[in-house]
Nanobody, 112 residues
Framework: VQVAETGGGLVQAGDSLRLSCTVS??????VGWFRQAPETERDLVAG????????YVADSVKGRFTISRDNANNTVYLQMSNLKPEDTAVYYC????????WGQGTQVTVSS
């Protein structure tokens, strides 16, 4: 199982960004997006069930972040809008299939 995140970058406050998580290997798996800022714990930002019927978005980003998936392309998206400097972190994707499989992370930096 391989997990890869793309789409990070440097943006300004108020901008939008879409992260992609591509998973190769299993056919059905739940996915979580996490983020970790320097000297902080890795926190769950959003999650989605294997078929997309159930989603979770953390209160801290609710109304600004949306999670979705395209199973035909083995990709899960994290759409982020109205970004704030406090959203700056490394964003990780984890596929849950018996155990967690993690990607290498993608940096998101939001300037004020």
């Amino acid at each position: 199982v391989q997990v890869a995140e793309t789409g990070g970058g440097l943006v300004q406050a108020g901008d939008s960004l879409r992260l992609s998580c591509t998973v190769s290997g299993p056919s059905s798996y739940a996915v979580g997006w996490f983020r970790q800022a320097p000297e902080t714990e890795r926190d769950l930002v959003a999650g989605i069930s294997w078929n997309g019927n159930r989603t979770y978005v953390a209160d801290s980003v609710k109304g600004r972040f949306t999670i979705s998936r395209d199973n035909a392309n083995n990709t899960v998206y994290l759409q982020m809008s109205n970004l704030k400097p406090e959203d700056t972190a490394v964003y990780y994707c984890a596929a849950m299939w018996g155990r967690e499989y993690w990607g290498q992370g993608t940096q998101v930096t939001v300037s004020s």
